[in-house]
């Protein structure tokens, strides 16, 4: 395995985990729960939300066994097989392998708040005027909305791997 690629990949994951996580200590740090910050009037707005659950919430009101098992354990295992597979897999073009390790980087980032703080906390709100809103959201969340519009965009325009469009061999 080549040792530059594999450097790429750990720190385009650490950088993932290290923004969402600094971000998440500030949000703590600084916005009251319940309290919500106007930035840009109502469009853009902070809030102070732990999620136990998923995306927007789903899974907060399963039992705890089923969210050990949907909200920790399967996420570990894709997780893991993911970097693996980004490791092992020299055909990935650059823009699908800084998609994989977004995807990574938020996905580590949001199940290390629930073993550790045993909810996500979620701080960011956009409302565009009722025609587009957002839920609450996180860097994390961010990061992997960002590597999957990559994969899509890279699974439409991916051209075949050249020495100008791959990372370091």
Known sequence: MNQSRTKFIIILIVINI????????????????????????????????????????????????????????????????????????KELDRLSLIAFCCIIGGGIANVFDRIVFGSVTDFLHLDFGGIFRTGIFNVADMSVTTGMLLLLYASFFNKPKTPENSVVD
């Open 18 to 89: 290290a923004l969402d996580q600094i971000t998440k200590i500030i949000a703590r740090i600084y916005i009251r729960k319940g309290e919500i910050i106007d930035v840009f009037g109502d469009v853009f707005q902070l809030w102070n939300v732990e999620n136990e659950g998923a995306f927007l919430g789903m899974g907060s009101d399963m039992n705890p066994t089923l969210k050990i098992i949907f909200l920790l354990i399967l996420p570990v295992i894709v997780l893991a097989y993911v970097i693996y597979y980004i490791l092992n897999n």
